[in-house]
């Protein structure tokens, strides 16, 4: 079992949706982050968590530490939101330091006009 | 403000050659980070730097190997390639600490025959 899981794998919407991406995690965990890659390759850095909601325009974040979960919704959801959504947790290391980033499989998300 | 610099671009090598991937941190961020992306793995962590430290190691064999200089700019080898590194390579840099956002280059699509 993957420690970052994400879901779904594959999401089609239709403008204007409300979309949810989901991240589940096994391992303890400083912080969390949403990414979004674009055809192409680049990388964009959406939010890091560590406790609660962030909010930047359409875009909202929540995590809950205690269920390790959390989840990236998107408001009126537009075509130029389509691209690949990847959860990634800051681990912890035994004894408290920061470790390694594990990265969830990716959320290809499609909207259609 | 410019932003993260890898070079080159795309590289092709041959099996058993080494290569070097260059990546220029934006002006000020003292933390560089790298990433394998392939197909199959998705996005996996290779290493960390912090002021010339490697602070994390993911799990990868040790052909691959980095440094940072003085000046934050990094670099990663991988000595004696084989053609599963065929990958896009991702560098990163954040400011100071590891809990804080990251901003990601262009990578670097690296192409073993």
């Known amino acids: 079992k993957n420690e970052v899981e994400q879901s779904p794998q594959n999401l089609t919407a239709q403008e204007g949706e409300f979309i949810t991406i989901n991240c589940s995690y096994s391992?303890?965990?400083?912080?969390l982050h949403w990414l979004q890659q674009h055809p192409g390759g680049g990388i964009v850095s959406l939010f890091m968590l560590s406790s609660g909601k962030k909010k930047h325009g359409r875009l909202i974040a929540t995590i809950n530490i205690q269920e390790k979960h959390s989840s990236l919704h998107i408001t009126a959801s537009h075509p130029r939101d389509s691209a690949v959504y990847i959860c990634a947790v800051r681990s912890v290391n035994y004894g408290g330091s920061q470790g390694n980033l594990i990265f969830g499989k990716g959320t290809k998300l499609s909207v259609k006009p | 403000k410019a932003g993260v610099t890898q070079t080159p671009r795309y590289l092709i090598k041959t099996r058993g050659q080494q290569v070097t991937l260059s990546c220029s941190p934006i002006?000020?961020?003292?933390?560089v980070s790298w990433y394998q992306q392939t197909p199959g793995q998705g996005l996996q962590f290779l290493f960390e730097?912090?002021?010339?430290?490697?602070?994390n190691k993911g799990n990868f064999p040790g052909r691959f190997s980095g440094r940072q200089f003085s000046n934050s700019r990094s670099e990663m080898n991988v000595s004696t390639l084989e053609l599963g590194d065929s990958a896009l390579y991702l560098c990163?840099?954040?400011?100071?600490?590891?809990?804080?956002?990251?901003?990601f280059g262009s990578g670097t699509r690296l192409t073993v025959v």
């Open positions: 730097y912090f002021s010339e430290t490697q602070r």
């Open positions: 990163a840099s954040s400011p100071q600490s590891l809990a804080t956002g990251y901003t």
């Open positions: 002006s000020g961020h003292r933390s």
């Open positions: 391992v303890g965990i400083s912080a």
